[in-house]
């Protein structure tokens, strides 16, 4: 699916062949971040929230995937005994917290870049 995206349009100039490669890594986002919402919903939806609480992913209506590997590489999704799992709401709280932090410092030096734009532009 991801190859019928990347060929270049017909007539399409080289800007234009760039721009499906760039509207992947936009959608490979998204997609990633509704996969990890589905994710966390179907566990916390199960109540496989705490070790004594863990399910299988068949029981949660999940299958093996190259996001849940992740979660559990990230150890937000945690595997207690063979093939059965929980969410580790802290580890996810903290995941968020630094994903937040990530994105607030761009976003800080743009409004402060702006202020100074603005500021020099009226003296």
Do not use: C
């Amino acid at each position: 699916m991801l190859a019928a995206r990347r060929q270049r349009p017909r007539g399409g100039s080289r800007r234009a062949a760039a721009d499906p490669v760039e509207h992947d890594v936009y959608v490979h986002n998204t997609h990633a971040a509704l996969a990890r919402k589905r994710i966390v919903k179907a566990f916390r939806s199960a109540k496989a929230v705490a070790p004594e609480h863990a399910q299988t992913l068949q029981r949660l209506g999940l299958k093996d995937s190259p996001f849940m590997r992740r979660l559990l590489d990230q150890q937000i999704v945690r595997e207690v005994r063979a093939d059965e799992f929980y969410l580790d709401e802290d580890a996810l709280r903290e995941y968020e917290s630094t994903l937040f932090k990530w994105l607030a410092v761009p976003l800080a030096l743009i409004l402060i870049l702006m202020v100074y734009a603005i500021t020099k532009g009226f003296h």
